[in-house]
């Protein structure tokens, strides 16, 4: 008796399920996804964002006051995981002293983008050279939590410091490299089309 088998079509038939339940893209998701071509990650600005779609809808401002509040959340996240690490037990001397240094710098990564989404908030009522000197700052603090985030990844370079808490933290400020890189991106988009 000949038997037969859906196996080799469950794919396609899956694939057409997908498609006839997904939402069709809104105007918001569709601007988010336009943007999001502009930054160095366009995957993870697409992924990180479209969750907000309904708040950022079709605004440049309120996309980049979002990606920044991404990014912040994303530093405090980082700060709180790299301060969990710096209490495991056994860890080499320089090990610590690179938790405790990337701790600091997280630190101020938070803090530098916590300025940053005040201070685009502030740009709400600015025009001129107002807007120029807000957006110049908003530019320069996020730069700078960039370099601090850095900093932290060249605490743990060479081999010396190879193993888990590495790996661990260099995936979880990577990530927060590449939010951030992307959420500068749209507040430079912001101010040139300003």
Known sequence: MATFSLLPILPLFLLLLHLSTAA?????TDFI???CKATT???LCVQSLTVYASTIQRSRRQLAQTALSVSLAKAQSAKAFVAQLAKTKGLK???YAALKDCIEEMGDTADRLSKSV??????GRASGPDFIWHMSNVET????????DNTCLDGFSGRVLNGKIKDSVRGRV?????VTSNALALVNSLAEKH
């Open 141 to 148: 603090w996020v730069s700078a939590a960039l370099t601090d």
């Open 41 to 43: 990650y366009p995957a």
């Open 93 to 95: 001397p320089r090990e």
């Open 118 to 123: 005040r201070e685009l908030k502030n740009t």
């Open 174 to 178: 990577t990530n927060l490299v590449q």
């Open 24 to 28: 069709p893209p809104s105007p918001a």
């Open 33 to 35: 996804k336009s943007s």
